[in-house]
């Protein structure tokens, strides 16, 4: 995992990287090795900071592509 993708992770909200969770392409380098083990546990950790209401906005506003 580079330094870059740490930060950008770090730094997105939960609906952020909700969207990028739903909607990038099957095979994401987002979403493999080390880089992908960080991306679910730092969303994850985000999710269980928000109340269930503001889950679901947060997933109602990012919807699905499909």
Do not use: C
Request: charged residues 25%.
């Amino acid at each position: 995992m580079t330094e870059s993708q740490q930060q950008w992770i770090d730094n997105a909200s939960y609906q952020t990287l909700l969207g990028k969770w739903r909607n990038d392409l099957a095979g994401s380098p987002w979403f493999e090795g080390d880089v992908g083990e960080y991306f679910s546990k730092v969303m994850n950790e985000k999710k269980d900071k928000l109340s269930h209401s503001e889950q679901v906005r947060a997933s109602k506003n990012v919807g699905w592509v499909g």
